[in-house]
Structure formats: structure tokens, C-alpha cells
């Protein structure tokens, strides 16, 4: 990733990933190809950081011209984003998540260790007035920074048609080290600033996230609170890391290693198999809640397994 937020990655120290060990551009269109083929609907491009990727818009068209594949995604922080939002409208595109936790140019870049607010922002400006697809902002509250004003960041849904989400801090790599903000109290404070939120369900999203209106806004605000909320009994989601390791569930380092099936010469009936059986064998939910330590807990940080 081309940031260091201080709740993902370690500022130094990062342990770079040899080119030869990452999945290929035809190894990720087999993997999703195979998964199709069992049902899958909608893919969600994220990272670390796609964008440092090259050929990403071609990896998206590639993935929409796919038979079975309904909607792609994609989560950025939107550093790399100006230059590529027309290849990425051209592509079909079908939602783009911006991760943006303040507005503040210092808490910026004491949050994410990098001086990127201002490209960050033109790529969200390019977003919303060429996208033609829905835009999302994402917005980690971290506990004791107020410099953060998360109202500020909540007004983006005022003044422009995109949906802010607030993202409750989940205690997955560096994110142990820090306090998370309750959805309920920042909704009280919103709703304090803002009006009463009436619950709505209009917005088609694939994952967890639960959505408000609020008076005069346009978009809408939404929560994903893993933690306060916790939503594993409807989760379906599963992980493709950039090594080519199926994760089954964000917590804990359960799955299956597909690229070893995939450069040793491996059917598509192998990998359907190895899918298969990491499906079946999927958790049933976290345990963020207990502090106690568990042995195949993951190890990896957020960067590494796609938060
Ligand atoms: N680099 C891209 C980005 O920042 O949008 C995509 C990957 S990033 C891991 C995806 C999302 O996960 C971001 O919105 C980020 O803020 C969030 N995130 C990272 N670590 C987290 C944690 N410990 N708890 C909750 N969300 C986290
Ligand atoms: Fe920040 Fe996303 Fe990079 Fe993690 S992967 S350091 S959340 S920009």
C-alpha cells in the first residue's frame, strides 16, 4: 500500500511481497471464473491498496464480461484515483468505496502517515463528477482523536450524492491497538447535529452495512459495526488474498492456498473441490468480543487479507 494508516499497516518494517509469489491477472480471471461457475455473484476488488496494481480498469472489464458475475467493486484510498476514474467508468464499474477518515489535512496525515489529502480528494471530486456509478466513502472513527470531526466527514452525504459509512475499528493486526467508537453513541451525536435517521433499506450494497436517511442529505449514512453489531450470521463473504489464499472469515486465518493448486498443474474440479471444502468449514462467526488468544487466529494484518 502507498499509505501507512496507523490502525493497518506498521510505519516500518513492511514485509514486501516477492512479485513471483502474486497472483497473476489470468490466475485471479481463473479463480473467479471456477467461482462463478459455483455461484458466485459479485466480486469487491480492495487490498491493500488496488490501485498501486497496474491494469486494474482491464481487470474489471475483464471480470464484468465474465458469465455469472452481476456487480464489481472496488475499495480505494483513492490516492492513485483521478487519473484512472474514466478507464474505471468505461469498464462498468459498479460501485467505488473511497476510504476517507477526516477532511483535516494534519489528522490526514497523522492518521494515515502520508501527505495525500489533496490527491485523495481530486480523485474524489473526478469520482462523483464523472463516475456514473455509486460512490461510498469509508470513515474509521478512532477513539480520542476529535480532531477526526466525523461531522464534517458525515456532510459529504449532505452536500453530494455519495453514502458515508462509518466503520467500527475491528481488532485485526495493528487495529488491536486501538479503541474503537460505538455506532451508538456516534449515531446519538449525528442525529444530535443532523436530525432523527430513519432506517432504510434502498441501498443495494453486498455486504454488511446498515443504512440511514437524514433529513436534507442526499446520500445516505450507514454503519458496519462488526464489533457492537456483529452480523456473522448473514455473512457470505469470502477472501482472495493477493498470494492466491481463500479466506473464509476475516478473524481468523482458516481457507485454503488455491495457488498452489493453480501453478501445480491442478483441474478446475481440484479447485472447485478445495473451494468446496473451505466453504464448508467456514467459522460461524468472530470472537472480537474475547480477549483470550486463539491459536488460528490470523496473524496477517488488514493490508494483507483485504479488509
Ligand atoms: N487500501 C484500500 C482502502 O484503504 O480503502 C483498501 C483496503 S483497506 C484494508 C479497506 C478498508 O478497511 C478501509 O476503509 C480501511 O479504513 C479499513 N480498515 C483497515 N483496518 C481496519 C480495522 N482494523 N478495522 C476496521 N476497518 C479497517
Ligand atoms: Fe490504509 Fe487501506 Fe493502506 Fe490499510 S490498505 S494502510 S487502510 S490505505
Redesign the pocket.
Known sequence: ?NLR?I??MPEEGVQHVERSLILQEEEILRICRVMAELGIRKIKL?????LVRPRMPQLVEKLKNMPGIEKVTL???GVFLKDQMSDFARARLDGL?I?L?TLDASVYRQLTRRDEIEAVRRGLRTAIQKGRMQIKI?C?PVLGIEEQKLLEVAELAKNHNVHVRF????P????TQFAFVKEDALKHALEEAFGTFTPCGDVAGNGPCHYFAVPGFQGRIGFISAVSHKFCSECNRIRLTSEGFLKTCLQYDNGVELKTILRGGGTDEDLRRAIGQALAEKPKGHSFEKKTEFTDREHRG??QI??
Open positions: 500500500c494508516c490502525y493497518c480492495t487490498g491493500g491498496e488496488p475499495t480505494t484510498n468505496n476510504s477518515d469509508n474509521v466503520i467500527e475499528m475491528m485485526i493486526g495493528m487495529g488488514m493490508s483485504g479488509g
